[in-house]
């Protein structure tokens, strides 16, 4: 590795957990496109290496100060990280049978879909 590969590498996650602090995303939406438009990874290693990272220090300091202020449901994170292992294991399974332009073409057209979803309800909601 280089330290451009590395300052890219610092880039990303510095990105990535800015924006996991603030709306609670990082993963798919951040660093799976980041890895694969910067550092030229494959969409299946760039998934691969943003579920390592997330192993062990999923937002433990942001989770922490959301906890601190009122703002976590245990329970409902407990349930949900139990099935997410679970999904995970299966998830990646199916990914790996499936051929890797088509994975992008997918992962690109969910983020697209829940993009506009979001910026069209802001129109419904009221101030």
């Known amino acids: 590795m280089d330290w451009i590969q590395f300052l ?15 709306f609670g995303v990082g993963g798919g939406i951040i660093i799976v496109p980041a890895l694969v438009y910067f550092l030229d990874m494959s969409q299946k290693g760039a998934q691969g290496t943003s579920l390592g990272l997330m192993l062990l220090p999923i937002g433990i300091l942001a989770a922490t100060d959301y906890y601190k202020n009122g703002n976590m449901n245990i329970s ?36 697209a879909v829940v993009a506009l979803k979001m910026f069209l309800s802001t129109y419904a909601a009221k101030p």
Do not use: C, P
């Open 76 to 111: 409902y994170a407990l349930i949900i990280a139990a099935f997410f292992v679970l999904g995970g294991f299966f998830g990646s399974k199916i990914a790996h049978s499936i051929d890797d332009i088509l994975l992008k073409r997918s992962f690109a057209l969910i983020m």
């Open 8 to 22: 890219t590498l610092t880039g990303i996650g510095i990105f990535a957990g800015i924006l996991s602090g603030i």
